[in-house]
């Protein structure tokens, strides 16, 4: 859902950055729990992250909206959620709407701390149909 407010648990940093973007992906649930979810079929994930921090970099980001987007769209539009390595890897979980936003979380938390200037996600947001969606934040950060 393009142009809406997404709910962002009360922070204290000074500066606060929403990208949102969206990816198509197949994926299947591999267990008979699962029900038809078990079969290889696709959605348009609508993803909204939300990063937070108190220092700007040299040239005034708090991060770059276009590696955000480009970190996680770039590897998973138009593939099978289960072949990367980041859910194939995996002994239990498969590529949910709660595993995925986790994923996501981590790819791009990984990509802050590199920065110098030291943001943090805070949360990601992820549609999986226009009735679901996920939201996951890292335990612990919003305690700051
Ligand atoms: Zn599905």
Redesign the pocket.
Known sequence: MMQQIYPVPDHDYAYELNKEFHFSAA?YIADESAGK?QYT?G?TYFVNITIAGGQLNQIGFLADFKTIKDLIHKRFDHTTLNEDPVFSNQQVYFPTTEVVAEKVYEIIQGYLNNLDNQPVCLQVFLR?TPTSYCIYRPKGETDQ
Do not use: G, N, T
Request: charged letters at 20%; one cysteine or more; a negative charge.
């Open positions: 994926h979810c079929h959605h999986e």
